[in-house]
T-cell receptor, first 112, second 116 residues
Framework: GENVEQHPSTLSVQEGDSAVIKCTYS??????FPWYKQELGKGPQLIID?????GEKKDQRIAVTLNKTAKHFSLHITETQPEDSAVYFCAASKNTGNQFYFGTGTSLTVIP | GAVVSQHPSWVICKSGTSVKIECRSL??????MFWYRQFPKQSLMLMATSNEGSKATYEQGVEKDKFLINHASLTLSTLTVTSAHPEDSSFYIC????????????FGNGTRLTVT
């Protein structure tokens, strides 16, 4: 089955700096990679996603890159703000069954 | 965007009682719903996958007789924790998918279950 690894587990950055979270996956058949943000006591919220036919996708301060050959993808947050503080999860999925495999999460703290 | 509503947001129950958690897709038809359990500072652990009108598929190690899942319509799935024990205390989260093609899963806001 698929195995998704996520690093780092915790990350602290100064407000205004950039944050990068990296994930690797094992199943080359995975072709959809979403990123979720989870605030304390709430369910995960989709923030950005990328499909395997695209190498990079950007939405304002958030971007995701995908390297299919190396089987890794990364989340980039620029100009971080305190409200970006949360736990971020990456995930990988294939075309069959909507089965999502989640990474172990990264707790991001943005220091004002 | 797609909205998934989960109720209750928190519940406290006594050992031995049963608790039902509802997950509704409000503006789309969810052919597949997923139930997760999350321990503090850990990732989401998939418990089961439910498809409308059929039996749920449980992950290895999850007791199907203890965690009853019903997906009676395209907009509602329920998780019933039967004969709850303190070790069942956890954060339970549902998510829903809109079809067989992959796409974003939409999550509910979770239910904090505390068994005393």
């Amino acid at each position: 089955g698929e195995n998704v690894e996520q690093h780092p587990s915790t990350l602290s950055v100064q407000e205004g700096d950039s944050a990068v979270i990296k994930c690797t996956y094992s199943d080359s058949a995975s072709n959809y990679f979403p990123w979720y943000k989870q605030e304390l006591g709430k369910g995960p919220q989709l923030i950005i996603d990328i499909r395997s036919n695209v190498g990079e996708k950007k939405d304002q301060r958030i971007a995701v890159t995908l390297n299919k050959t190396a089987k890794h993808f990364s989340l980039h947050i620029t100009e971080t703000q305190p409200e970006d503080s949360a736990v971020y999860f990456c995930a990988a999925s294939k075309n069959t069954g909507n089965q999502f495999y989640f990474g172990t999460g990264t707790s991001l703290t943005v220091i004002p | 965007g797609a909205v998934v509503s989960q109720h209750p947001s928190w519940v406290i129950c006594k050992s031995g009682t049963s608790v039902k958690i509802e997950c509704r897709s409000l503006d789309f038809q969810a052919t597949t719903m997923f139930w997760y359990r999350q321990f503090p500072k850990q990732s989401l652990m998939l418990m089961a996958t439910s498809n409308e009108g059929s039996k749920a598929t449980y992950e290895q190690g999850v007791e199907k007789d203890k965690f009853l899942i019903n997906h009676a319509s395209l907009t509602l799935s329920t998780l019933t924790v039967t004969s709850a024990h303190p070790e069942d205390s956890s954060f339970y989260i549902c998510s829903a998918g809109a079809g067989p093609l992959i796409g974003p899963l939409h999550f509910g806001n979770g239910t904090r279950l505390t068994v005393t």
